[in-house]
C-alpha cells in the first residue's frame, strides 16, 4: 500500500481537524466555567462553528461530554505509559505510580472535578454506568501497555488487572476518600500481588 493511500481523505481530515478544533473550545471554556454551566451555543462559539455544524458532528450535549472525556483520557494514559515504561523493573512501584500520576491529573482536570463535585448528574452517569466506551477502551490501552512492558503476561490476567484497576480508579477519581498518593498506596496493596503473580 502506498503512503498516498494511507493518508486520511480530505473530508476525513477535515472532520478529525472540526473535533479537535470543538473538544478545543471545550477545554478552554471549562478553564472558566464548570460544564453545567457550558452551552452548546458557548462552545459552537468559542469552535467557530455553528450550532448546526456542532450537533451534526457530536449530536446532544452528552455526546459531546462523552467524546471530550474520551479525548482527555487518551492524555491520562500517555502519562500512564511513562509511568509504567519508567518502572519496568519493578512491577509494583510501576502500578503504584500509574496510579497516583492518574488519580493526580484528574484532581485537578475541570471536567472531574465537576463530576466529583455532583455539579452534574448527567456527567457522573458518562463517567460510570454509562461509561462503558471509557471503561472499555483505558482498559485496552492499559492492557496492551502492561503486555508490552511485560510480554510473559498472559492477555486475561492483563485484560482482568486493567479492568479492575480502571474501574477502582474512576471510582476513587469521582468520589475521592484520600490523597493520590494514599489512594495508590492503597490500589497497589489489594492489586500488588496479583501483578506480583502475573509477572511472574
Known amino acids: 500500500m502506498t503512503s498516498t493511500a494511507q493518508r486520511p481523505s480530505h473530508a476525513e481530515a477535515s472532520r478529525l481537524m472540526l473535533r479537535e478544533t470543538v473538544l478545543?473550545?471545550?477545554g478552554g471554556l471549562l478553564a472558566d466555567d464548570a460544564w453545567p454551566d457550558v452551552t452548546m451555543s458557548e462552545v459552537?462559539?468559542?469552535a467557530g462553528v455553528s450550532r448546526q455544524t456542532l450537533y451534526n458532528a457530536f449530536g446532544g450535549r452528552d455526546e459531546l461530554a462523552q467524546a471530550y472525556l474520551l479525548r482527555e483520557s487518551e492524555r491520562f494514559l500517555a502519562a500512564i505509559d511513562e509511568a509504567v515504561t519508567a518502572n519496568a523493573d519493578d512491577p509494583r512501584r510501576a502500578l503504584r505510580e500509574a496510579a497516583e500520576v492518574f488519580l493526580s491529573l484528574v484532581a485537578t482536570?475541570?471536567?472531574i472535578r465537576a463530576v466529583a463535585s455532583g455539579q452534574s448528574d448527567d456527567l457522573v452517569a458518562l463517567a460510570?454506568?454509562?461509561g462503558g466506551v471509557l471503561l472499555t477502551t483505558m482498559t485496552a490501552r492499559l492492557a496492551a501497555r502492561l503486555e508490552q512492558t511485560w510480554p510473559q503476561v498472559?492477555?486475561?490476567d492483563s485484560v482482568l488487572l486493567s479492568e479492575n484497576l480502571v474501574r477502582l480508579a474512576i471510582s476513587y477519581a469521582v468520589l475521592?476518600?484520600?490523597a493520590p498518593e494514599d489512594t495508590a498506596e492503597n490500589l497497589t496493596r489489594v492489586l500488588g500481588p496479583y501483578i506480583d503473580q502475573?509477572?511472574?
Do not use: E, L
Open 24 to 26: 478545543d473550545a471545550v
Open 44 to 46: 459552537a462559539s468559542a
Open 154 to 156: 498472559d492477555h486475561a
Open 128 to 130: 460510570t454506568t454509562r
Open 109 to 111: 482536570h475541570p471536567m
Open 176 to 178: 475521592p476518600s484520600a
Open 198 to 200: 502475573a509477572v511472574g
